[in-house]
Nanobody, 121 residues
Framework: QVQLVESGGGLVQAGGALKLSCTGFQTVFKINDMGWYRQTPGKERELVAEITIGGNIDYGDAVKGRFTISRDNARTTLYLQMDNLKSEDTGIYYC???????????????WGQGTQVTVSS
């Protein structure tokens, strides 16, 4: 069973920084893409950053130049370094993996439970 667990969220002042972590990628049998999404108030869930199966890194327009995605060498943990945070970054941040949960399983989206990030202005 896939279990992705986020940590590192919290309350920070505008201009500050936070680093999110997501563990549990070893529970995904075959990973295609791994990344971070967020749900901000009044908006649909949106891409923050992802690392694709080919190793390419994509960022959402709202976070380019401020956020950095990375992973450990074993590809079991994903990170999101968030710098120069703004009040509009407030929301729930979800860890995401697209892949197979088992050898015979289909490719699907897998999500963590989310971690709250609150940026005070």
């Amino acid at each position: 069973q896939v279990q992705l667990v986020e940590s590192g969220g919290g309350l920070v002042q505008a201009g500050g920084a936070l680093k999110l972590s997501c563990t549990g990628f070893q529970t995904v049998f075959k990973i295609n893409d791994m990344g971070w999404y967020r749900q901000t108030p009044g908006k649909e869930r949106e891409l923050v950053a992802e690392i694709t199966i080919g190793g390419n890194i994509d960022y959402g327009d709202a976070v380019k130049g401020r956020f950095t995605i990375s992973r450990d060498n074993a590809r079991t943990t994903l990170y999101l370094q968030m710098d120069n945070l703004k009040s509009e970054d407030t929301g729930i941040y979800y860890c995401h993996a697209k892949g197979r949960a088992a050898y015979f399983a289909g490719i699907r989206d897998h999500w963590g439970q989310g971690t709250q990030v609150t940026v005070s202005s």
